[in-house]
């Protein structure tokens, strides 16, 4: 059984930095051939993938948020990361990690962001 856990700051402040991390259980990020996933959903809207990190390290974003956006992995922890740069209230959301890309099998149970100051 796959388990995945969000960790990081819960209130981030406009124009910081949201620095987020998975903690993945019961499977490794380097197995052939699955991708790591952040994905969000902002109060009232749906879930927005904002991209994900694949089993060989190569990266993928979103194109509306590529700009700001940066994952990278520590495979010594089994550990994946988001950064969020330059924060605005509208980043404000629960943020989710995942195994998938186009489809997601398992979740981790999200943690709430909130960009205020």
């Known amino acids: 059984q796959v388990k995945l856990q969000e960790s990081g700051t819960g209130l981030v402040k406009p124009s910081q930095t949201l620095s987020l991390t998975c903690t993945v259980s019961?499977?490794?990020?380097?197995?052939?051939?699955?991708?790591w996933s952040w994905i969000r959903q902002p109060p009232g809207k749906g879930l927005e993938w904002m991209g994900a990190?694949?089993?060989?390290?190569?990266?993928y974003y979103s194109p509306s948020l590529k700009s700001h956006t940066s994952i990278s992995r520590d495979t010594s922890k089994n550990q994946f990361s988001l950064q969020l740069s330059s924060v605005t209230p509208e980043d404000t959301a629960v943020y989710y990690c995942?195994?998938?890309?186009?489809?997601?099998?398992?979740w981790g149970q999200g943690t709430q962001v909130t960009v205020s100051s």
């Open positions: 995942a195994r998938g890309a186009g489809t997601v099998d398992y």
């Open positions: 019961g499977g490794s990020i380097t197995t052939r051939y699955y991708y």
């Open positions: 990190i694949a089993y060989d390290g190569s990266t």
